[in-house]
Structure formats: structure tokens, C-alpha cells
């Protein structure tokens, strides 16, 4: 029977989702793993697991790995989808992205099935099963890399499956009155862990003190709810959030490769006299072509994917779980059964400074995602996690080294008071209005990160802060005809007024250099119409003209970003 299911597995691994048979290899697979025994003996093969299988080859070679495969991200999957993916519509994109999503849910149904059919039939096999999953994570460190080499690593849709399996498994534990997450060991990573995390960035440790940290070993064994919960998070870090920062990329390179293609099509005519050339020219322009569609299908699968509302409503309740478990950690407090206390302790506890920085960069980047494009499906529980998350740590910048994810806390908050449907304040605007939490607190962390944005310390610090600033003014938009508020910002003059005075004083700067800039394009902007205008420019060589309407362009661009930042900036003083 051993044999079979290996066979089953390396006949799959030839399949995908195009072809219609895939379907009784799971049938097949999931029958077979009705019985303990089985189960027991096909996670002692050893196919199950082969010592030291690459990223890339798991997927193909281990006996669950073409299961989890199957995905409409698949590449001739996803153009089936998408047929010439140019020339369609958005109702039709829309369409075939539903579609898409079913097929998937159906086959995740599966996976969902199989997994938990091993993790129920004992300790044994379900102990292999994580070694299976904590495999598929540490060999996929370098899918967070900035250039990633998709030969070395698992695919898209083959750990987006895990994540969604990982998710659902943890269903059992994620109770609304979080009654379980005493459960999850903080101690975890000091004790053998399954996931490696010694080459992540910490959250406010230098690797020699986190080095010095997890040398220290404890003793004891690790729960399953600990295993799971650590999994799962790392899983959302190499999985769906590496799927949604690669799609980010294939959209910029697409738009590089459509620029590129027109300058070939405006190239046609040159080869036209000469059918040798013109044919091989006519190929390399249909290879350039294919090569946009297939980008295109691409993308519009990921969309289609990353889009799914019960996935993410899934991902959605796990993050809180996060949430409330991270700030347990920093504070020290009994949370939820305890009101959460600022501002944090002055000393930050070891084991938060030396938590992987994933752990928050996944809650930032999860719900960044979804109150841009599902803000929806945001419930009113998890509102008051998310903005109890973002103040709390825009109130303790200290906490985070990472400048980024900091930003990332004000662009949640940014996104949740975005008007949209019948939500005139965004997901957030009537909580950060009407929580005691957020008239305490809320203020004075915008004000705070507003000062301390001025120098984050990165090469594009400059840019960056003015994109921050014009967040944090939104939030102050969507608050200020609270009078709450209002009194609390005459506190803040009254008792902090250094901190107040810095505060006005980055304000009225950020006023005279978006004005000197605007002006300044407006001067530049008149000059060069005045030199394209004046009597005998017909006359000007055609690469300066060039040269003088790049220019104009350039700076007419300027001037309407920074016009709309002196709007913003003078209203805020205002």
C-alpha cells in the first residue's frame, strides 16, 4: 500500500490543475489515510520526508508535496484562467478570479482534510507532520529576499496551501475569549524549536545578544498549540506575504516590460522592407508579448488568491492571536483578562527584544493588505486589536528598531479611516472616536512619531517622512471634530510643552519647505513654457526641445505633489 501512495504521489507530481484527473489522486489519498495504520506507516517512508531535499524539490518529491502543489498559481494554470488577459475587461478579470477561488477552496477543503486526518491519528505521525511543515519553512528563508531566485525555492502556490492548512489547524485553539493563549509557550524558542529563526532580524536585539539569549536552553517539552502557533506564524512570512511582495514586484517589471514592447511595436516599420528580418523580429515580438500575457495571468491569480474573504477572515482572526499574545509579551500584563496599561515598561523584557521581527511585520503587512483592499471584512473586535496594536507601539517606538514597520503602524491607522461603502470614517473612525483606549493614548503617539519620523535613519528618510506625515494628518482629519481630542492637544501644550513645541515647530518647517518647493516648480515650470513658446523655438534642435519638455513634465509633476502636500500641511496648521 506504501508503494501505491508513493507511486500516486510521483505520477501527481506530472499533473496540475489543468488536468482533470488530479482529482482522484486526493480522493485516493484521503481514502487511504482513514485508517491509523496507514497513516502510521506512510509518514515512516522515506519519501515522507527525504534527508536534506531542497526547497524547490519538495514540492515534487516528498509524498504530500504534489498534493500541496496543485494551485491556480501554477503557471499554465493561471493563463487558462486568463486568456489573453490584455484585451479583457474588469467584470471579466473579476469573473474568472471568483471562479479561480473556488477551485481552490474546494482543493484546500482536501489538503485541510488529509493534514488533519494525520494530526488526529496520533502522536507519532502527527509529530512527523510537523517536522514535514517546519522542513517546508526553514528551507524557505530566501523567499523573503529581495531578489528572489525562484529555482531555489518552494513556489507561491505550493506555500500559500500550507499557510491555509497551518491556519485552519489552528481553528481549535483561537476561541474568542482567548482562553488558550496561556498555551503558547513564550519559552518555545529556547527549547529545540522545530523553526529556525537564528538568521531573522530581531525585534530590538543585535544578533550577538540574541545569540547569547537562545544559548540558554530550557528544559521541558514543547505542546502542540506552541508548535502549530510558531509555525503558522512563519508560515504567513514565507507564504502568503512573500506571495503579496512578489506580486508588488511582477506589477513594476510588468509596467518596465509593456514600456519596453511599445518601443519595440514603434520599431516595426524598419524591418518591414526585409521579410528575413521581418519574420525573426515579428517572433522576438511575439515571445516579448507572451511573456506581458503570462505576467499579466500571473497577477491576476495572485489578486485573485490573496483576495479570498474566508482565507483572510481566517488569517484576520490568527493575527489577533498574535496581536494579543505580542503585547502580553511587552507588557507583562494578564491580557485580555487585564485593561492594557501605557506607556510600556522602561525595560523591555528579553524575550520580546529577541522575537523574530516577522512576528509583528506579519500583522502590519496582513492588515495593511486588507484595510486597503477588504476592509469590509474587518469585525469590530478585531478593530479594537488593531488599533490597541498600532497606538501602542507608535507610543513605544523604542520597542521596534525597524523605522519601516513602525511607518507601517501609521499606515494601518491611515488605511482604517479611509471612507468607503456606508463607513463614512473608514473600518476605525467610529472606534478611534469613541474608545477610551484612543482618547487616552492616540494623540499623543501621532504627535509622537510625527517628531521622531523627521530622522528614521534610512536613505530615503526625506521622502519618507513627508508620506508619513500626510498619514498621520488623515487620522488627525477623521479625529478632530472630537472634542475630546481637541482638549487633550491643549493638555499636551500645557504639560508637555517642549514635546508640544517640537511638535509646531516640525509642522510650521514642513509649511515653508513644501511652499519654497511649490513656488520654486511654479518659477521653473513658467520659465521653461516661456522658452518653448518664444518666437523661433520651431527653430530649436529636436533633442533639446526633448530635453526642455522632459523637464517641464518633470517639474509639472512636482509641483502637483507638492501642491497637494502644502494643502494638506497648511490645513493641519490650520
Not at 487558462?80 to 481552490?104: C, G, H, V
Not at 513634465?553 to 502644502?566: D, F, N, P, V
Request: proline share 3%; charged share 25%; with cysteine.
Amino acid at each position: 500500500l506504501i508503494g501505491a501512495i508513493e507511486q500516486l504521489s510521483r505520477q501527481l507530481a506530472a499533473l496540475s490543475m489543468n488536468d482533470i484527473e488530479y482529482k482522484y489522486y486526493i480522493t485516493a489519498l484521503r481514502n487511504l489515510l482513514q485508517h491509523p495504520k496507514i497513516v502510521d506507516a506512510v509518514t515512516q517512508s522515506p519519501a515522507f520526508l527525504p534527508d536534506g531535499v531542497a526547497a524547490q524539490d519538495i514540492e515534487m518529491t516528498t509524498i504530500l508535496g504534489p498534493f500541496f502543489r496543485l494551485s491556480p498559481l501554477q503557471n499554465g494554470v493561471a493563463q487558462s484562467f486568463f486568456t489573453t488577459p490584455r484585451s479583457k475587461d474588469r467584470a471579466y478579470i473579476a469573473n474568472a478570479q471568483r471562479s479561480l477561488r473556488m477551485t481552490l477552496n474546494t482543493h484546500q477543503e482536501e489538503l485541510f482534510a488529509i493534514a488533519d486526518k494525520i494530526v488526529k491519528s496520533g502522536k507519532e505521525p502527527r509529530e512527523r507532520l510537523l517536522d514535514w511543515l517546519a522542513h517546508c519553512m526553514n528551507t524557505n528563508h530566501k523567499r523573503r529576499a529581495t531578489r528572489v531566485d525562484e529555482k531555489t525555492t518552494s513556489s507561491d502556490g505550493f506555500m500559500i496551501n500550507i499557510t491555509n492548512c497551518l491556519d485552519r489547524l489552528c481553528d481549535p485553539f483561537m476561541d474568542a475569549t482567548f482562553s488558550k493563549i496561556e498555551k503558547i509557550d513564550v519559552e518555545y524558542l529556547r527549547r529545540n524549536p522545530r523553526v529556525d529563526i537564528s538568521d531573522e532580524t530581531k525585534m530590538n536585539a543585535d544578533q550577538k545578544t540574541s545569540d547569547a539569549f537562545y544559548e540558554q536552553k530550557v528544559g521541558g517539552t514543547n505542546n502542540f498549540i506552541s508548535e502549530i502557533f510558531f509555525l503558522t506564524v512563519a508560515s504567513h512570512h514565507y507564504g502568503t506575504e512573500a506571495a503579496s511582495t512578489k506580486m508588488d514586484s511582477m506589477q513594476k517589471q510588468v509596467k518596465h516590460l509593456e514600456k519596453e514592447l511599445e518601443r519595440f511595436e514603434a520599431e516595426k516599420h524598419k524591418y518591414a522592407h526585409d521579410a528575413r528580418y521581418a519574420t525573426r523580429f515579428e517572433q522576438h515580438l511575439q515571445k516579448y508579448r507572451d511573456e506581458v500575457d503570462r505576467m499579466h495571468s500571473v497577477i491576476h491569480a495572485t489578486t485573485g488568491v490573496l483576495l479570498d474573504e474566508v482565507s483572510q477572515a481566517r488569517s484576520m482572526q490568527f493575527m489577533r492571536y498574535v496581536i494579543v499574545w505580542l503585547l502580553r509579551l511587552a507588557s507583562g500584563q494578564n491580557l485580555p483578562k487585564e485593561k492594557l496599561r501605557l506607556p510600556l515598561p522602561d525595560e523591555q523584557p528579553e524575550v520580546f527584544k529577541c522575537l523574530p521581527e516577522y512576528f509583528l511585520e506579519d500583522v502590519v503587512d496582513n492588515f495593511k493588505f486588507i484595510t486597503r483592499n477588504i476592509p469590509h471584512i474587518v469585525t469590530s473586535t478585531q478593530c479594537e486589536e488593531l488599533a490597541t496594536v498600532c497606538i501602542t507601539f507608535l507610543r513605544n517606538t523604542n520597542y521596534i528598531k525597524n523605522p519601516y514597520m513602525k511607518a507601517g503602524l501609521v499606515t494601518i491607522l491611515f488605511h482604517g479611516v479611509w471612507p468607503f461603502g456606508n463607513f463614512s470614517k473608514g473600518v476605525l473612525g467610529d472606534l478611534l472616536n469613541g474608545s477610551e483606549f484612543c482618547h487616552k493614548h492616540l494623540l499623543h503617539a501621532l504627535m509622537q512619531f510625527y517628531i521622531e519620523c523627521e530622522a528614521t535613519g534610512t536613505h530615503t528618510a526625506f521622502y519618507d517622512k513627508f508620506n508619513i506625515r500626510y498619514e498621520i494628518f488623515q487620522v488627525f482629519k477623521s479625529i478632530w471634530a472630537n472634542p475630546l481630542y481637541r482638549e487633550n492637544l491643549g493638555k499636551e501644550a500645557d504639560v508637555n510643552t517642549e514635546f508640544f513645541v517640537r511638535f509646531v515647530n516640525l509642522l510650521l518647517n514642513d509649511v515653508t519647505y513644501v511652499l519654497d518647493e511649490v513656488f520654486g516648480s511654479f518659477a521653473k515650470i513658467h520659465d521653461l513654457q516661456v522658452e518653448l513658446k518664444a518666437p523661433g523655438s520651431e527653430s530649436m534642435e529636436q533633442a533639446t526641445r526633448q530635453e526642455k519638455e522632459e523637464a517641464l513634465a518633470e517639474q509639472q509633476g512636482r509641483a502637483k505633489s507638492y501642491m497637494g502636500l502644502t494643502k494638506e500641511t497648511v490645513a493641519m496648521l490650520t
